[in-house]
């Protein structure tokens, strides 16, 4: 039996604890969901922020998954929605991106990304139509950051008026904080409004070539160049370059191409850098020759069958006799002269003798000789200088088959080389087999003066194989040293190795091609010219290449 007498019990106590309880359930469910709200605003948040240093760290596959991922995200909406407009920017998508910027615009999206460090990042790269895309989009905002960088997109077009407009609009906090860089602009466009800018300077800083703003095109301050190549690049970001040539050099050069058409490229090693790059076409439009213009090389192929036959590891052709003719396959392949006993494949170079090197290719082998070949860059993609690119040789189709081994042994045909390219054989070899790509642009840098490239040489073996590099070093200093070399008339205090060759012919006129490096012991320079209808290597060749060395060794008479 229960007794009630000391228990009070009411209606209204049981409804005021149900109150009670459905309150603390009601706040707790409000912490829930509020805690739900706090927990996916922050990783909305967080996400936002990994994605965009995922774009500024050019990763952006995964930035791409990263947005995939978030696309079901209630909160960061809108700055999602611009992370994927920047998205399609940063992989170079600008009508896209443009389309995606718009309808944010004219949806009135609030975004809170750091807008700022995008701006900089696409500047500080030169990539300035991305710039100019994502500053449009700001503009409306009026941040000074949108301003500034719209001011720098307008100077890059060439537009001072518009760009000091944009500056004029700056907050002055933030010009006193960039006082340095509005400097700097204001500097640009007054060359700008002068009509006439240097953009290209030298190794040693002297002015190479200036753009010309009424006619907009660059127009060169030394001679035998053809600076054009940077013209697309001025136009879309201002850039100034610090090339690797020597202006004072290049205009020496040119002194000794007053009585000669032809040209001539002079590589700084080891890393080949083009210290002196000179073109004098007998035709207009060739301006840039030494770097693009292909013809037959003739006897400096010699060099690479040379290499070829010494590295099969058996010599049982010499000593051999040069009766001055050979017929092999159906073919004759004739010397100047019958040069009698040929001792060795070094004489065989240094007398330049078709009759040896016709039958070294046979014995070498097609195989290896188009192994050589395309180690050596024939048929190979062009030499690539950041946004420059330099074309390599190219080996006929068939140049190895039947009769045209011992064709193409000799330099009479199936191959063919620009000046440069024939500078880099001769590079290759001076360095054992060690090979640097050739390079012209050595830093660029934006209107501001901020570094946007600058040239950093990766070596390549092309073939570890130094002993046999060293024989055919040997044997090109052989063609000025042996008493009956193509080279001997050269002389002069400092040694050097080259290889001679003779193309064309009487009746249309010869072309002396010679490549070689120099000194000797030490190679300074690597080098290739050719003078379209200047006689024969070994005598008008040579005498130039006399000339040549004096101003490389004013000293060395």
């Not at 009759?355 to 190979?380: H, T």
């Not at 009956?484 to 205090?493: D, M």
């Not at 290739?528 to 004096?550: E, N, S, T, Y």
Request: net charge positive.
């Amino acid at each position: 039996m229960l007794d009630y007498k000391d228990v009070t019990f009411s209606f209204q106590d049981r409804k005021a604890r149900g109150r009670r309880r459905r309150l603390r359930l009601f706040l707790l469910l409000a912490l829930v969901v509020a805690a739900f709200f706090v927990i996916s605003g922050w990783k909305a948040r967080a996400a936002v922020n990994e994605i965009q240093e995922l774009l500024l760290a050019d990763r952006l596959d995964v930035a791409g998954q990263r947005l995939q991922d978030a696309a079901s995200r209630l909160f960061q909406r809108e700055n999602f929605r611009e992370l994927q407009a920047l998205l399609e920017l940063f992989r170079g998508r600008l009508e896209p991106a443009a389309a995606r910027f718009d309808e944010l615009r004219r949806s009135g999206a609030s975004t809170s990304l750091r807008s700022g460090q995008i701006l900089t990042h696409f500047f500080d790269r030169g990539e300035t139509a991305k710039l100019k895309v994502y500053s449009d989009y700001l503009l409306p905002r009026g941040s000074d950051d949108a301003r500034w960088f719209h001011a720098l997109c307008l100077a890059s077009s060439l537009d001072p008026d518009g760009a000091d407009a944009a500056v004029a609009g700056l907050s002055p906090p933030f010009q006193k904080a960039n006082a340095k860089a509005l400097k700097l602009l204001a500097g640009f466009n007054r060359s700008l409004r002068g009509g006439r800018i240097n953009y290209i300077f030298d190794r040693n800083d002297e002015p190479l070539a200036y753009y010309d703003t009424k006619r907009r095109l660059t127009r060169p301050l030394v001679p035998g160049i053809d600076f054009s190549m940077f013209d697309a690049q001025f136009r879309e970001g201002a850039r100034h370059f610090r090339l690797t040539l020597d202006s004072g050099l290049q205009r020496k050069i040119e002194r000794l191409f007053q009585e000669h058409f032809g040209t001539l490229v002079l590589l700084d090693l080891p890393g080949n850098a083009i210290a002196a790059a000179y073109s004098k076409p007998r035709m207009p439009g060739g301006v840039a020759a030494a770097f693009s213009e292909r013809f037959q090389p003739g006897s400096v192929i010699k060099i690479v069958t040379l290499l070829a036959y010494l590295r099969r590891g058996s010599d049982r052709l010499f000593p051999m006799s040069c009766p001055g003719a050979v017929e092999l396959e159906g073919r004759t392949y004739r010397d100047l002269a019958a040069h009698g006993r040929v001792q060795d494949p070094s004489q065989a170079l240094a007398l330049s003798c078709n009759v040896a090197f016709a039958r070294m290719g046979q014995a070498a082998g097609a195989a290896a000789m188009a192994d050589l070949l395309q180690r050596f860059f024939f048929n190979a993609p062009a030499f690539k200088d950041g946004s420059v690119e330099f074309p390599a040789g190219r080996l006929a189709k068939g140049a190895l088959e039947g009769p045209g081994l011992a064709e193409l042994a000799v330099g009479q045909g199936g191959a063919s080389l620009t000046t440069l390219h024939a500078a880099v054989l001769a590079s290759i070899v001076s360095q054992s087999g060690q090979f640097f790509p050739p390079y012209l642009v050595d830093d660029a840098k934006n209107m501001l003066g901020l570094g946007l490239y600058h040239h950093e040489g990766r070596p390549q073996q092309v073939l570890a194989d130094d002993l046999n590099f060293l024989r055919v070093r040997k044997a090109m200093a052989a063609v000025v040293e042996d008493e009956n070399g193509t080279g001997r008339r050269i002389g002069g205090k400092v040694r050097l190795a080259i290889k001679t060759g003779t193309t064309g012919s009487s009746a249309s006129g010869l072309d002396a091609v010679i490549i070689g490096f120099v000194p000797f012991e030490k190679p300074r320079y690597a080098f290739a010219f050719r003078l379209a209808g200047g006689g024969r290597a070994d005598l008008d060749g040579a005498l130039f290449l006399a000339d040549l060395l004096q101003v490389l060794y004013p000293e060395a008479k």
